[in-house]
Nanobody, 121 residues
Framework: VQLQASGGGWVQAGGSLRLSCTASGRTLANSAWFRQAPGMERDFVAAITWSGVRTLYADSVKGRFTISRDGAKNAVYLQMNSLKPEDTAVYLC?????????????????WGQGTLVTVSS
């Protein structure tokens, strides 16, 4: 599976962005978004099952971010609203062959290259 993330950019605090992750090679299984700020560890943001029925969010983004998927387009999205400066990071999409929704990077088998989100105060 090859993942391609896009949609990052610069936005003022309180603004919104929508990230996209498209997959080629095979149908996406369970998928997730992580983020990594400079000098920091890679942190879990949100995950979604292959069916789209179940989702999981980090506490820091609950109520502000929404993960979704489009099976026909083999894509996963992250709608980010009410953005804060602390959301600034490289956002990476990931996918796993496992049936579980993991929150650790080592639970995912495939990774995209990341897209930079910068939120100014």
């Amino acid at each position: 599976v090859q993942l391609q993330a896009s949609g990052g950019g610069w936005v003022q605090a309180g603004g919104s962005l929508r990230l996209s992750c498209t997959a080629s090679g095979r149908t996406l299984a369970n998928s997730a978004w992580f983020r990594q700020a400079p000098g920091m560890e890679r942190d879990f943001v949100a995950a979604i099952t292959w069916s789209g029925v179940r989702t999981l969010y980090a506490d820091s983004v609950k109520g502000r971010f929404t993960i979704s998927r489009d099976g026909a387009k083999n894509a996963v999205y992250l709608q980010m609203n009410s953005l804060k400066p602390e959301d600034t990071a490289v956002y990476l999409c990931a996918a796993t062959n496992s049936g579980r929704l993991g929150v650790r990077p080592d639970e995912y088998d495939y990774w995209g290259q990341g897209t930079l989100v910068t939120v100014s105060s």
